[in-house]
């Protein structure tokens, strides 16, 4: 990425743009995944209407925790992934 070194490659912008869509459908799974495994109780095992709503809040809160969360790390790790540890050595074992 040339983040302040002027103007960006076409490959850079796909490439930005194939990331954040890779983070968002994969935030989308993993807070699905997470509202069901805590609000589908809720549908499966008839609980208490008052229950029923407290589990389904609480998925909804960890679910959108969870996809937040996501997105970040995804970003973050892809906008660190083009900095060398040591700048001017090409080899990946020095």
Known sequence: MTTGQG???????????????YALCSAA????????????????????AGMRRVLVAAGLVVAVAVFGVRVASVLLRFGRADQP?????????S
Do not use: N
């Open 7 to 21: 103007r960006r490659t076409q490959g850079e912008r796909d490439a930005i743009t194939v990331e954040i869509g």
């Open 29 to 48: 799974f993993a807070a699905v995944v997470v509202f069901g495994a805590v609000a589908g109780p809720a549908y499966v095992f008839g609980p208490p």
């Open 85 to 93: 540890s040591q700048p001017g050595r090409t080899r990946p074992d």
